[in-house]
């Protein structure tokens, strides 16, 4: 049974910077694009960025271009998120599952389910 477990999270003030860890198991790793996924207190759940299994190729929404970076890191199983200029928007738990990308870029999740996600909170 595949799963995944997220760490990395914590409280920062505006501006700072921090980086998620994801490590899966129970699935071929290499095999799924993966991505990063967030849920605000009260929205829905919204994707962040998606990358492809090789790491070649990397998809972000709007929001976070230029401030987050996505990477992974296959002999490990594991997937990050770098996160730079926090803002108070970005304040959410975050998560990390197979992704996949339609056409015109909008990132979905892919198969497996969710992990217990870690608590990005910013201050401002």
């Known amino acids: 049974q595949a799963q995944v477990a997220e760490s990395g999270g914590g409280l920062v003030q505006a501006g700072g910077s921090l980086r998620l860890s994801c490590t899966a198991s129970?699935?071929?790793?290499?095999?799924?694009?993966m991505g990063w996924f967030r849920q605000a207190p009260g929205k829905e759940r919204e994707a962040v960025s998606c990358?492809?299994?090789?790491?070649?190729?990397?998809y972000y929404v709007d929001s976070v271009k230029g401030r987050f970076t996505i990477s992974r890191e296959n002999a490990k199983n594991t997937l990050y998120l770098q996160m730079n200029s926090l803002k108070p928007e970005d304040t959410a738990m975050y998560f990390c599952?197979?992704?996949?990308?339609?056409?015109?870029?909008?990132?979905?999740?892919?198969?497996?389910?969710w992990g217990q996600g870690t608590q990005v909170t910013v201050s401002s």
């Open positions: 129970g699935l071929n790793f290499t095999q799924y694009p």
């Open positions: 599952r197979a992704c996949k990308v339609r056409a015109g870029g909008m990132i979905e999740p892919d198969s497996g389910s």
């Open positions: 990358i492809s299994w090789d790491g070649d190729r990397t």
